[in-house]
């Protein structure tokens, strides 16, 4: 007689990815944001001294970043969070992410460098380096692996820009305009398609990481800069740039998305073939049995 079979014991951790567990983060995280905002706050004044970047940027950050990193700690899920087994294609796409990273270092002569401390500079470093670590890890960290177990890769794309574009309606409760918030929301969900590809391609997190604080590095330092003879239309060119890459960031992330899902897409449309009735075929019953169809591509 052969032993009984041995039942397998569940597994407690690392916890199982699912879109419970992988949305519930953003969703703290907005709802934390909404009760602690105020609309006295001075949102424009946001890194304009090396005390704003210390109060309202680099202590808050760290904050939320740690949680963050306990949270993943907690899940086991830094390898599925942080690294695609499989890097994104067409390789040309990679152009949306370096455009980008040359809109970064075209910001630069635009800071005023004299104007501002070391110590500021410094500041600012570490708290758009917090704010990549959190951001990313929340969007294109944790909210992707649940994403994944629900959607194709497709929806996958669509869901976290989307998700990540309305996470900044809530600078409205901070004191931001309503119309400056609205562009922001496109702005961002439009420069998520971007961190995305920058993970897809890379097949790694640190990427998107390095670029998102590297833009907010920019566009916080150059703000503060207003008022020191700052090159206008420069920053209106390189603004209408953004928009541009942007754009191509959205077409590119969309293609390498909906590349991904080929297998997918052709295993949906193998499942859908009804069955065929062979009895009979070849005269007198001599076929296959009824109800035997084509047999499924491999995924």
């Given at each position: 007689?052969?032993?009984?079979?041995?039942?397998?014991?569940?597994?407690?951790?690392?916890?199982?990815?699912?879109?419970?567990?992988?949305i519930?983060?953003?969703v703290?995280f907005?709802?934390y944001?909404?009760?602690r905002?105020?609309?006295?706050?001075?949102?424009?004044?946001?890194g304009?001294?090396?005390?704003?970047?210390?109060r309202?940027?680099?202590?808050?950050e760290?904050?939320?970043?740690?949680?963050?990193?306990v949270l993943v700690?907690a899940?086991?899920?830094?390898?599925?969070?942080?690294v695609?087994?499989?890097?994104?294609?067409?390789?040309?796409?990679?152009?949306?992410?370096?455009?980008?990273?040359a809109?970064?270092?075209?910001r630069l002569?635009?800071?005023?460098?004299?104007?501002?401390s070391?110590d500021?500079?410094?500041?600012?470093t570490?708290?758009v380096?917090?704010?990549?670590?959190?951001?990313?890890?929340?969007?294109?960290?944790?909210?992707?692996?649940?994403?994944?177990r629900?959607?194709p890769e497709?929806?996958?794309?669509?869901?976290?820009?989307v998700?990540?574009?309305?996470?900044?309606?809530?600078?409205?409760l901070?004191?931001a305009?309503?119309?400056?918030?609205?562009?922001?929301?496109?702005?961002?969900a439009?420069f998520?398609?971007?961190?995305y590809?920058?993970?897809?391609?890379t097949g790694n997190?640190?990427?998107p990481?390095?670029?998102?604080?590297f833009?907010?590095f920019?566009?916080?330092?150059?703000?503060?800069?207003r008022?020191?003879?700052?090159d206008?239309?420069?920053?209106?060119?390189?603004?209408?740039?953004?928009?541009?890459?942007?754009?191509?960031?959205?077409?590119a992330?969309?293609?390498?998305?909906?590349?991904?899902?080929?297998?997918?897409?052709?295993?949906?449309?193998?499942?859908t073939?009804?069955?065929?009735?062979?009895?009979?075929?070849?005269?007198?019953?001599a076929?296959?049995?009824?109800?035997v169809?084509?047999?499924?591509?491999?995924?």
């Amino acid at each position: 007689m052969q032993p009984p079979a041995v039942r397998r014991r569940r597994r407690w951790w690392p916890v199982p990815p699912s879109l419970l567990v992988g949305i519930a983060p953003l969703v703290l995280f907005a709802t934390y944001s909404i009760v602690r905002s105020r609309p006295s706050d001075d949102y424009d004044s946001l890194g304009l001294t090396t005390d704003s970047v210390l109060r309202d940027l680099v202590l808050p950050e760290s904050i939320v970043a740690g949680v963050m990193v306990v949270l993943v700690t907690a899940l086991g899920w830094w390898r599925i969070a942080t690294v695609d087994p499989t890097r994104g294609r067409p390789r040309w796409t990679v152009l949306a992410p370096v455009l980008i990273l040359a809109v970064c270092i075209g910001r630069l002569p635009l800071v005023d460098w004299a104007g501002k401390s070391v110590d500021y500079f410094l500041l600012l470093t570490v708290g758009v380096l917090l704010v990549g670590v959190f951001e990313e890890l929340l969007t294109r960290g944790v909210l992707l692996v649940g994403l994944r177990r629900r959607l194709p890769e497709f929806g996958v794309w669509i869901a976290s820009c989307v998700l990540f574009g309305l996470l900044h309606f809530v600078n409205i409760l901070a004191g931001a305009p309503v119309s400056q918030t609205v562009v922001q929301v496109v702005f961002a969900a439009s420069f998520g398609s971007t961190l995305y590809l920058a993970r897809r391609l890379t097949g790694n997190l640190l990427a998107p990481v390095l670029l998102h604080a590297f833009w907010d590095f920019g566009a916080i330092a150059v703000s503060a800069s207003r008022g020191a003879g700052l090159d206008f239309f420069l920053v209106g060119l390189l603004g209408l740039a953004s928009f541009a890459v942007l754009l191509l960031g959205v077409v590119a992330g969309a293609l390498v998305a909906w590349r991904d899902d080929r297998a997918w897409r052709l295993g949906r449309r193998w499942r859908t073939v009804p069955a065929m009735d062979r009895t009979g075929v070849d005269g007198g019953g001599a076929g296959l049995p009824a109800g035997v169809g084509p047999v499924p591509l491999a995924r």
